[in-house]
Nanobody
């Protein structure tokens, strides 16, 4: 079983930056692809970014965050990060970390492990 715990959310002004972290328990972290999803109020959960297993060479981003967000992983620390720059009001959401089988996927159904979420609020 894998447990994921997110941290790093908070309140930030538009144009600012935040870095989210997701710590994973268990010995299978390096073999899992990891991703970030988000869910804004009254909206469905949506894909944000994904990174492949092991060395994390494969990455994918939603168009809405491309060029502003960067996903990375540190296998020595069993942690995946989401660096968020140039934040916009529309980035306000609860951000979820997810882990799944090897590959880079945008579909939430392909991720079997989920964290509890961390809230990001962007103010004007």
């Amino acid at each position: 079983q894998v447990q994921l715990v997110e941290s790093g959310g908070g309140l930030v002004q538009a144009g600012g930056s935040l870095r989210l972290s997701c710590s994973a328990s268990g010995r299978t972290f390096s073999s899992m692809s990891m991703a970030w999803f988000r869910q804004a109020p009254v909206k469905e959960r949506e894909f944000v970014a994904a990174i492949s297993s092991s060395n994390g060479i494969g990455r994918s981003y939603a168009d809405a965050v491309k060029g502003r967000f960067t996903i990375s992983r540190d296998s020595a620390k069993n942690t995946v990060y989401l660096q968020m720059n140039s934040l916009k009001l529309g980035d306000t959401a609860v951000y979820y970390c997810a882990g799944g089988r090897s590959g880079v996927f945008r579909a939430s159904t392909l991720y079997g492990f989920w964290g509890q979420g961390t809230r990001v609020t962007v103010s004007s």
